[in-house]
């Protein structure tokens, strides 16, 4: 998949933006706080209506406006595709693809595949289990319909069953109504639980390759599903922890409690590991995703990498490069000598300043 040119209008600090990009690398340079970001975020969410950031449609607009717009022009297996995205500060979002409204998020899936790379995603070994179970369902919310939809109305039903259980202190009678959430939040959770697991096998396999190739043999990584209930155990669970859930005033076992187990040297790498293992282990778990993504897929997804290599050092900067040739990706940095100095090729060059973009022909 490539995009070909991407505008935004009223979007974060952008009030007009036109950009045409290069099947190859496009790198935004500048300072800090200048809108690079913003840029890789409008891609994100235009492919796949969420935000990077977990922010809410109304923080992206400008500030003064009461709706956003970004127009993506793209090219999946020689067959363009448009998609127009308007964000509305009190409104649900409007999509149409090729000028077609679409009443459902989920008709994106299939269209494109992005995989953002930022800072805090090296942190997602040591942070807690929310952040590895939002590296799953981010990816595996491009990948499957099936899993929009269930995990959009599991967490739905969570939500009223929690409110259920404050709601049961002051209305005991309401407690025979649980009963009813209990059945739909496990059929709910039945497909979310089953595609993880298949996730967490799938990338597995992938990250202990690259995670191998990039301690030199000498580490050996494994990824595992550490779920909190299994399909045919959640109904018992919830039923055997009601009390508890009740006194506590909200669902204490399902889904939303998975974790990822993540092991090198058979050591649990997430509470023992040092940085410099944590961050080997997060580079692999990424660069998994994107051949994951690839293969699942069946065609290459676009890298959105978010002033990654500031972070790294000279061999995971120079593995990290080697590893997304052949891949449209947008970069941004606040310089390019981590590129030059690994020879990186630069297709485009774009220089990023209060909101206003620039193409540099002189910086490659």
Known sequence: MIIQSIKLKNFRNYENLELELNPGTNIFYGENAQGKTNILESVYVCGTTKSHRGSRDSE???????????????????????IDMHLKRNKKKGIA????????????????????????????????????????????????????????????????RNKLLKDIYFHPELKDTLDIWDEQLVNYAEPVISMRRKFADRINELASSVHSNLSGGKEKLSVSY????????????????????????????????????IKVNDIDVRRFGSQGQQRTAALSLKLAEIELSRIESGDVPVL?????????????????????????????????????????????????????????????
Not at 244 to 249: A, F, G, N, T, V
Request: hydrophobic share 40%.
């Open 60 to 82: 992206m607009i400008r500030f003064g406006q009461e709706e956003a717009h970004i127009c993506m022009q793209i090219v999946r297996k020689d067959i363009p595709f448009r």
């Open 97 to 160: 693809i090729n000028g077609v409204p679409i009443k459902k998020a989920g008709e994106l899936i299939g269209l494109g595949n992005f995989v953002f790379f930022s800072p805090e995603d090296l942190n997602i070994i040591k942070d807690g289990p929310a952040e590895r179970r939002r590296f799953m369902d981010m990816e595996l919310c491009q990948l499957s319909a099936l899993y929009v939809q269930s995990l959009s109305n599991y967490n739905h039903i969570l939500m009223q």
């Open 226 to 261: 550490e779920m909190n209930v299994s399909e045919d155990g959640f109904s018992l669970a919830l039923a055997s922890n009601r009390d508890r859930d009740l006194l506590l005033k909200t669902t204490n076992s399902g889904p939303h409690r998975d974790d990822l187990m």
């Open 304 to 364: 959105l990498l978010d002033d990654v290599l500031s972070e790294l050092d000279k061999y995971r900067q120079h593995f990290l490069l080697e590893s997304i040739d052949q891949i449209q990706t947008l970069i941004t940095c606040t310089g390019v000598e981590d590129f030059t100095a690994n020879k990186f090729t630069i297709d485009r060059l774009f220089n990023v300043k209060c909101g206003i973009v620039r193409e540099d022909m002189n910086g490659r």
